[in-house]
């Protein structure tokens, strides 16, 4: 009689799909060799199956772990995923994670943020004693060195701050994944100087920091200049101050409103004003003069260079009418990002950029505090999805799951199955427009997320009412279970 594997039964391609759920939970980069052509090259069968099993190992560890998804899954009765669009009703809106009493901040009352941060996390903070913090950097740093989390925190234009339970694996990942997309060619093996050699990182950012751009000196120094000093090059030699963000983001709400002198914030900090209006001036000029010193020290050496897309213009316009260009050595690679933030940047902006600093492309990212991953724009600036970030395009108006066929525009949400700090599902305030048919012409195999990606803020004059596919029963349950004290 032939064996199960010969004949290839069920029972078999359930097992095989269950390793691979395994793999992609515990590393996915490992599971996949740190290769970016396995990771855009499996099926799309392989890829749901794979993905709809993870999910469900996930539902039922995470369910057990975190207290707020127990409550959301329970008043929904939902105990089992049958297809992968089961999951959008369990997809938490982007806005809990900023939903505790903002008195919690301008009391200093560390011991309750910590209480609810830790309905929020797998890992346990109830032994950490926060009773002496008496700032934002404080508490997360405590945080940061008594657990495996290192809180991430990012301040939008609401003035109120998000705390999100990243891990420090979680910021390996992320890091570790960008490295494998922009140092390896799609279709070749990963070679050894792509897994290994150092590079110099460059980037007009902070030594440290609890935000993601905090985040690029410890995690990025540590994958790409693989922890040496010397190979790290960052503008700022100090720490990105949380309490600064969040200050900064009051007086923003503030001045909104038409009034600021209502800023609800500690009177110590608030004394800091004139210190963030110091920085906020003289940010520019140090950040534009620290490229231009180093890209002379740089010259000819394989750099990782990370900025905004306006200061890397301003620094290579002016360069290339002095007569320099092509500044850094081969297999160099420039990572831009954040959109204009206010400037007009001319069509031709990209190729000045890519003259100053000779490299052949720009790599664009697309993501959030709230993923892990950071999705790449491939060379038809297509955003493509890692097999183990499996995408949802909700409906704006109903929050239900819409086809995933053909191409799509709604809001977009994701579950991560690599994350590991907290829930892996999220939906975000972002209108995209997802191809899942169409392939694309660089030949990766995976789904992937058109350019053109705004707010519904913005198209909504400011504001985003995000209506879920979970019923507002039971969101309402979870949310008061989280913000009770």
């Known amino acids: 009689m032939a064996s199960a594997q010969e004949t290839g039964s069920p029972r078999t391609a359930d097992a095989e799909v269950e390793r691979n759920a395994l793999g992609w939970i515990a590393n996915p980069l490992e599971h996949f060799g740190m290769s970016n052509t396995a990771i855009h090259s499996l099926p799309r069968e392989e890829v749901e199956a794979t993905q709809l099993a993870a999910m469900q190992i996930l539902l039922e560890r995470r369910r057990a772990q975190i207290p707020v998804l127990a409550k959301l899954a329970d008043a929904q009765e939902i105990h089992a995923l049958h297809a992968i669009d089961d999951m959008a009703p369990l997809l938490f809106e982007h806005k809990v994670y900023k939903s505790y009493p903002i008195s919690l901040l301008s009391k200093q009352r560390f011991d309750q943020l910590t209480q609810w941060l830790n309905r929020l996390t797998p890992y346990d903070l109830s032994a950490v004693d926060v009773s002496q913090c008496d700032s934002i950097d404080g508490w997360l740093g405590k945080l940061r060195d008594e657990t495996p989390l290192d809180a991430a925190t990012s301040s939008g234009t609401s003035g109120t701050m998000s705390f999100f339970p990243k891990t420090k694996g979680d910021y390996r990942l992320c890091?570790?994944?960008?490295?494998?997309?922009?140092?390896?060619?799609?279709?070749?093996a990963p070679t050894d100087a792509d897994l290994n050699e150092k590079l110099h990182v460059?980037?007009?950012?902070?030594?440290?920091?609890?935000?993601?751009l905090g985040s690029i000196g410890p995690y990025c120094g540590e994958v790409f200049a693989k922890g040496d000093p010397d190979y790290l090059h960052i503008a700022f030699d100090y720490k990105h101050s949380a309490d600064l963000a969040w200050l900064a983001a009051r007086l923003n709400a503030a001045a909104a409103k038409g009034d600021v002198t209502k800023v609800d914030v500690p009177e110590a900090l608030?004394?800091?004003?004139?210190?963030?209006?110091?920085?906020?001036?003289?940010?520019p000029a140090l950040q534009s003069a620290f490229i231009r010193k180093m890209v002379k020290e740089l010259n000819g050496e394989r750099v990782l260079a990370i900025g905004v897309s306006p200061l890397f213009h301003e620094v290579a316009s002016s360069g290339l009418a002095e007569g320099v260009s092509n500044v850094f050595g081969p297999g160099s690679r420039?990572?831009?990002?954040?959109?204009?933030k206010g400037v007009v940047l001319p069509d031709d902006w990209d190729e000045t950029v890519k003259n100053f600093f000779g490299v052949d492309r720009l790599f664009n990212n697309y993501g959030m505090t709230e993923m892990t991953s950071l999705l790449i724009g491939c060379e038809h600036d297509h955003y493509h999805l890692p097999p183990w970030v499996v995408l949802f395009v909700l409906d704006p108006e109903t929050g239900q799951p819409m086809p995933r066929t053909g191409s799509r525009t709604g809001r977009a949400a994701f579950f991560d199955i690599s994350h590991d700090g907290t829930w892996g599902g999220l939906i975000t305030g972002d209108k995209i427009t997802a191809e899942w048919d169409t392939p694309c012409p660089c030949g990766r195999s995976s789904a992937y997320v058109e350019e053109q990606i705004v707010r519904f803020s913005e198209l909504q004059g400011g504001d985003d009412k995000i209506t879920c596919a979970a019923t507002p029963a039971a969101q309402a349950e979870a949310l008061d279970y989280l913000n009770a004290f």
Do not use: C, N, W
């Not at 890091?175 to 070749?188: A, C, N, S």
């Not at 608030?270 to 940010?283: D, K």
């Open 270 to 283: 608030l004394a800091r004003r004139g210190e963030l209006e110091r920085i906020r001036q003289e940010s």
């Open 202 to 212: 460059m980037t007009p950012t902070y030594r440290d920091g609890h935000s993601s």
């Open 334 to 340: 420039v990572l831009t990002g954040g959109g204009g």
């Open 175 to 188: 890091y570790e994944g960008l490295r494998v997309q922009v140092l390896q060619k799609f279709g070749d």
